[in-house]
């Protein structure tokens, strides 16, 4: 398959590339895209035959469903009903980086569903991503734009390095300024409940209604036998190629159990990456060492965390050694992340 590459410079001038895309997913095609969050990679919705292009192209299990995404607030088309709580959620973070799981109706078909009856729909806060789905004129299925189980990509760059050869189009723009994956909310259950974290933190979520819980199957390794109601709960994902430990707990005793692992891993002639933050970069040697940037702007550190993770490939290294973070606000995304990037390999201190 050939793939066509362009790029979005100015919305204005270069429209003609949208419509390109738009008219590939109106035909069954798949398309690589920008979000706020990461790169999608995109196919008609209500096309159960499109849908499973984009399962083919990444090697993505199929009991893993898909989120739909929208250029409008109005997704009465789609789902059954939409409970008040939703409502709400949807008029103050959309377009915005939550995705809402509602009961879907039987326009969506079941390649996209995982065939489960709930669908989670989003707005991406993303121009590009807008006029696509609008040029599109259909709803737009769209996981990462990675092969499946790797570090999501935020630039164009690596969605080429993951899927030139295996899509119709990949259409650039600019680099994903939050960096993690959707908020997912399950508005099917009373009280509503967080299955994914994202840059819209639990607090955020709380100022629309005090009762939104997390999903306690969050905080561990999820079970073999698991049915995924939402993208990324079950399968392992965000890895790269080396093998990741996480260590985790107050910064000092930190740091001093990551240098002593090191030091071990040196003397087996293993190549190592360190990841950690601005304020520790100068305390680790003889190593790649990469920083994710300060540890007080953990927006920062969400937004270069899966590039990072993608550099340490670029490196060549064998293992990775990367400092873990508090669960508070976006932490919790950042450590849902590096907890399924590393296979829930976790040393707290």
Not at 25 to 51: M, Q, R, S, W
Request: hydrophobic share 40%; with cysteine.
């Amino acid at each position: 398959m050939k793939t066509k590459v362009a790029i979005i410079r100015n919305l204005n001038e270069d429209k003609d590339f949208i419509n390109e895309a738009g008219n590939i997913i109106k035909l069954g095609g798949t398309v690589a895209f920008p979000t706020e969050t990461v790169y999608g990679l995109g196919a008609d919705a209500l096309n159960g035959e499109a849908v499973k292009k984009i399962f083919l192209a990444k090697g993505r299990p199929q009991d893993n469903p898909l989120i739909i995404h929208v250029c409008s607030k109005s997704i009465e088309k789609f789902v059954k009903d939409i409970p008040k709580v939703a409502e709400k959620l949807i008029d103050k973070f959309w377009p915005g980086p939550m995705t809402i799981i509602l009961n879907k109706k039987d326009i969506v078909p079941d390649e996209t569903s995982a065939g489960l009856s709930t669908i989670g729909v989003r707005m991406p806060n993303s121009e590009i991503a807008l006029k696509l789905i609008e040029a599109a004129g259909v709803p737009i299925a769209a996981p990462s734009a990675n092969i499946s189980g790797r570090p999501s990509p935020t630039d164009m760059e690596r969605c080429v390095e993951d899927l030139d050869g295996k899509i119709d189009y990949i259409l650039g723009g600019e680099r994903s300024n939050i960096g993690v994956e959707s908020t997912i909310v399950d508005c099917t259950v009373n009280p509503p409940m967080v299955l994914r974290p994202g840059g819209i933190t639990l607090e955020m979520l709380r100022t629309v209604d005090e009762n939104i819980v997390i999903d306690e199957a969050l905080k561990e390794k999820p079970s073999e036998d698991l049915k995924p109601k939402a993208p990324g709960m079950k399968y392992r994902h965000y890895a790269p190629k080396a093998k990741l430990k996480i260590i985790s707990g107050k910064n000092e005793k930190t740091v001093e159990i990551m240098c002593k692992m090191l030091e071990n891993y040196i003397e087996n002639n293993n190549k190592v990456a360190i990841i950690t933050t601005d304020e520790n970069i100068d305390r680790f040697k003889n190593c790649e060492v990469l920083s994710l940037g300060r540890k007080d702007n953990l927006n920062e550190i969400a937004k270069n965390l899966f590039e990072t993770l993608r550099k340490c490939d670029d490196l060549g290294v064998e293992y990775i050694l990367c400092q873990g973070f508090e669960e508070d606000g976006v932490g919790l995304a950042i450590m849902n992340r590096l907890n399924k990037a590393a296979g829930y390999d976790i040393i707290k201190v």
